[in-house]
């Protein structure tokens, strides 16, 4: 029916009924204050779903055990909870980083795996909120044997649940690069996540090593793309108007 996105903004979902006769409309000499009035007609009534969605800036994805909740933790004050099995992060955990012209809101989502389209893990319940964000960010772990694979099944899972998700800004952060096994496989790593348009950093959250690199990417980037959006003028929100009984 509607996207409330802007300050202010309305949404007509259901009309009112026409108000019935005031007491003003049967007074007399006699009787100048009656009690009496016209009752009006049934408003329209409608069932109606509210969604919130997430107003955020950059969004962390990846599977289980990536370092999602390590690296945001890294580059914000935010505390999540952090363990060594899957699906430690049941919702959405909200940092902040410091831009240049204002703070971005940075969200680690739940993990994604293979089949969440289908209900896997926890499929697709909290990927509503990265339908807002202005950066995608991959997080993928290097001890993965199938690292590429990874990225192209978080690119599909994505793609599945909207189109218009993979048409972000993307970056891809390879994480625990600080492991020997890890350093051993880089070459290959860089050459098969040598994709067109989206960058590639080699972190590791628990050492630092890249963080900062990594940050200063990311805010450079949804800077980047907030002044390419202020450029175009705001879309037409679409708005429900009931029609008129017949």
């Known amino acids: 029916l509607g996207d409330l996105v802007t300050l202010e903004q309305k949404v007509l979902v259901a009309k009112g009924g026409k108000g019935g006769l005031g ?11 009656p009690r009496v009035a016209g009752k009006g007609e049934l408003g329209e009534e409608r069932r109606v779903v509210l969604e919130l969605k997430l107003i955020t800036d950059i969004c962390i994805i990846g599977y289980p055990n990536s370092g999602k909740s390590t690296l945001l933790a890294a580059m914000t004050a935010a505390r999540p909870k952090i363990a060594d099995y899957p699906f430690t992060t049941r919702h959405p955990v909200l940092g902040v980083i410091q831009g240049s012209r204002r703070d971005l809101v940075v ?15 926890l499929g697709y319940e909290f990927l509503r909120h990265t339908e807002r964000t202005k950066l995608l960010v991959y997080l993928l772990d290097g001890t993965s044997p199938t ?14 649940y909207k189109a218009d998700l993979c048409r972000k800004a993307r970056i891809i952060a390879v994480n625990k690069v600080d492991l020997p096994q890890v350093k051993s496989g880089l070459l290959d790593i860089r050459r098969r996540l040598d994709l067109p348009g989206v960058p590639v950093f080699f972190i590791s ?10 940050t200063s990417k990311i805010i450079e980037i949804v800077e980047r793309v907030n002044r390419e959006k202020e450029m175009i003028s705001p879309p037409e929100v679409a708005v429900f108007h009931p029609r008129p009984k017949k």
Do not use: C, R, W, Y
Not at 108 to 116: C, D, N, R, S
Not at 147 to 160: P, V, Y
Not at 205 to 214: L, R
């Open 23 to 33: 007491n003003m409309h049967f007074s007399t000499g006699a009787n100048q204050a």
């Open 107 to 121: 969200a680690e989502m739940p993990a994604l795996i293979e089949g969440a389209h289908i209900g896997k893990g």
């Open 147 to 160: 690292i590429f694979d990874d990225f192209t099944k978080l690119s599909e899972e994505l793609t599945l």
């Open 205 to 214: 959250v628990v050492s630092g090593q890249g963080v900062v690199e990594f």
